[in-house]
């Protein structure tokens, strides 16, 4: 299967832990965003970056946030500090997004639910 | 603000009754659009999209969706459901450079066999 990866699939935390995530999207995809889910909503956008470059992150997303994508491939998301409004489903998706064109589509992967207790 | 408005959050229909379900987007600009389904147990995954030309696109397993920009439009149609389309169904709206999307609340669609 060459789709979008995430891990772990599950996490389950206490408040006050710190927790990171990981990312592998589809080879050669260009671009990688994060999103958050809570039930009941749709995906909630968080950041994304363009290779290494982090190009936007959500207002949203408070300084206990941080991702990263070093090598242009794998992306790692960590959350400082966990509490409990942080439970949720954390999506990630790649694109292939071709210089002077705007039709890049989003694949994303299954997610990795977090739980903070 | 850039928003997306999805009108029913939950619809229960019987196989073989046609499906209609609403978009309406806030977006400034030229826009691309997306309709994805979650089915029970698995990831988001792409039914559709619409980037420019004809407004009236087709996806997988049947469906369809037409964008009037005049009404900021895109619902989701599909002539005759399956008890294999219960999923829950977003609509999604970027920009014409790409980036973030911006998602509706999702509805739910249950199909009695």
């Known amino acids: 299967d060459t789709g979008v990866s995430q891990d772990p699939r599950h996490k389950i935390t206490k408040r006050g832990q710190n927790v990171t995530f990981r990312c592998d999207p589809i080879?050669?995809?260009?671009?990688l965003y994060w999103y958050r889910q809570t039930l009941g909503q749709g995906p909630e956008f968080l950041t994304y970056f363009q290779n290494e470059a982090q190009l936007e992150k959500s207002r949203l997303l408070s300084d206990r946030f941080s991702a990263e994508r070093p090598k242009g491939s794998f992306s790692t998301l960590e959350i400082q500090r966990t509490e409990q409004g942080d439970s949720a489903m954390y999506l990630c998706?790649?694109?292939?997004?071709?210089?002077?064109?705007?039709?890049?589509?989003?694949?994303f992967g299954p997610g990795t639910r977090l739980t903070v207790l | 603000a850039q928003s997306v408005s999805q009108h029913n959050h939950h619809v229960i229909l019987s196989e073989a009754a046609s499906l209609e379900l609403g978009c309406n987007y806030s977006y400034g600009g030229t826009v691309n659009l997306f309709w994805y389904v979650q089915y029970p147990g698995q990831h988001l995954q792409l039914l559709l999209k619409?980037?420019?030309?004809?407004?009236l696109v087709k996806g997988i397993k049947g469906f369809e969706a037409e964008f009037i920009k005049s009404k900021f439009s895109f619902n989701l149609r599909k002539p005759s459901v399956q008890w294999s389309d219960t999923a829950e169904y977003f609509c999604a709206v970027n920009n014409n450079q790409g980036g973030k999307l911006i998602f509706g609340q999702g509805t739910e669609l249950s199909v009695k066999p």
């Open positions: 998706a790649s694109s292939l997004s071709l210089a002077g064109a705007s039709t890049d589509t989003q694949y």
């Open positions: 080879s050669e995809h260009n671009r």
């Open positions: 619409y980037f420019s030309g004809d407004p």
